[in-house]
């Protein structure tokens, strides 16, 4: 049974850089087929794309509004992805969740459970 | 990119069907057959009920189902029974290669 956890710090201080970690079990994220993302989710709000990177770990897209301030990549070593998102501001304070995505499909069938992120001042 | 328009709520009894719409462009929801909706419950991560307009995933009611006119997508609950009552999003993929949601849509069933 295939299974997402976020991982890293809740609290990151404005301007800073916000890193965290999904580590896949019971399945290898090298497994060809597959997408693994990142989605956000402000308190009280919707849910917002953040980006995703192709199992090859060479193909990453990202949403336009944070291009600038976002990174995914992937260690195969340690079956993790990871998320930074710098310069944050209040406004990144949200529950991030990670997930995987059936290539050529918009099947997100695994999700982690979520992992609260609070920017202070 | 804009969120897909989603009404913010939606109801309806036990028993009764809702549907539940999802507007985008012709950039995404027009444009591919590349639309999902999930199902959150407070405090909960979101559970893909529909993939690519109106496929089910194994173990999902067949209660849900889904279709799309246009560059309009729409999640139809029949029986509504209690434990349906939620948060609701589309999603879709875009001509950027990137992915968009919809704002939500609460679900109460009354």
């Known amino acids: 049974q295939l299974q997402l956890q976020e991982s890293g710090p809740g609290l990151v201080k404005a301007s800073e850089t916000l890193s965290l970690t999904c580590t896949v079990s019971?399945?290898?994220?090298?497994?060809?087929?597959?997408?693994w993302g990142w989605i956000r989710q402000p308190p009280g709000k919707g849910l917002e794309w953040i980006g995703n990177i192709h199992n090859n770990g060479r193909s990453t897209y990202y949403n336009p509004s944070l291009k600038s301030r976002v990174t995914i990549s992937v260690d195969t070593s340690k079956n993790q992805f990871s998320l930074k998102l710098s310069s944050v501001t209040a406004a990144d304070t949200a529950v991030y969740y990670c997930?995987?995505?059936?290539?050529?499909?918009?099947?997100?069938?695994?999700w982690g459970q979520g992992t609260l992120v609070t920017v202070s001042s | 990119q804009s969120a897909l328009t989603q009404p913010a709520s939606v109801s309806g009894s036990p028993g009764q069907s809702i549907t539940i719409s999802c507007t985008g462009t012709?950039?995404?929801?027009?444009?591919?057959?590349?639309v999902s909706w999930y199902q959150q419950h407070p405090g909960k991560a979101p559970e893909l009920m529909i993939y690519d307009v109106s496929n089910r995933p194994s173990g999902v009611s067949n209660r849900f189902s889904g279709s799309k006119s246009g560059n309009t997508a729409s999640l139809t609950i029949s029986g509504l029974q209690a434990e349906d009552e939620a948060d609701y999003y589309c999603?879709?993929?875009?001509?950027?290669?990137?992915?968009?949601f919809g704002g939500g849509t609460k679900l109460t069933v009354l």
């Open positions: 999603s879709s993929y875009t001509s950027s290669s990137t992915w968009v």
């Open positions: 997930a995987r995505r059936i290539e050529s499909t918009s099947h997100r069938d695994h």
């Open positions: 012709s950039s995404d929801v027009g444009g591919y057959n590349y």
């Open positions: 019971g399945g290898s994220i090298s497994t060809s087929g597959y997408y």
